[in-house]
């Protein structure tokens, strides 16, 4: 990812996330503009996602939120390997609520092809009765990209994007895998400012 889309982001995300306390997971917003509204949900589904993260590998660290009237429904982050995906999650936490009037947040495309184990997501919200998606990030996979997008808007789901460059941000490691198919490798130090390094006891530079 260039510096410059780097420059883009909201204040309080980076490749390493989001700071969970920049804003109140809890607050309900009160008749705020459209795109300010999306921009508040898709910044919860991206907290949401952050509950995944050391649960969700080898599949991305997802995360979607339910919304009707300013509320929030429901909400769902990736399970452990072969268990329910983040929008199974928030709809299977939604209950049996009628969802007509509803959007779903999530921060990659939904599933559109096989589903892994638990079958397609694109096919569980068309089933829903959710009329509008709103997406943070493309999901660039092989067997998935573009299909849960086409799965939805055949069904005649209104499908927008939000925060689509912190969404990326978020699943940078995923999305440079499925493009380069080239790990992400962080590495963290701390040197001296003329360049030694010591061990952890202090003895050695």
Known sequence: MSSNRLALLESGFGLGGYI???IDSKAVPSHIPKA???RYWMAQALLEAMEAIGRSSPNPS???VIVEAEECLSRGSTQV???YHAERMALTAAGDRNLASSECYVTLEPCGGTGGKQGPCADLIVSSGIKRVVIGSSDPHIKA???GVEKLKAAGITI????SNEAAAWHFPFLAYQQKQKPILIGKWAQTLDGHLADDQ???Q
């Open 160 to 163: 927008d994007r939000a925060m």
């Open 62 to 64: 997802v995360g979607s």
């Open 36 to 38: 300010e509204h999306d």
């Open 81 to 83: 390997y072969g268990s």
């Open 145 to 147: 990209a573009g299909l």
């Open 202 to 204: 202090g003895k050695s």
């Open 20 to 22: 969970p306390r920049a």
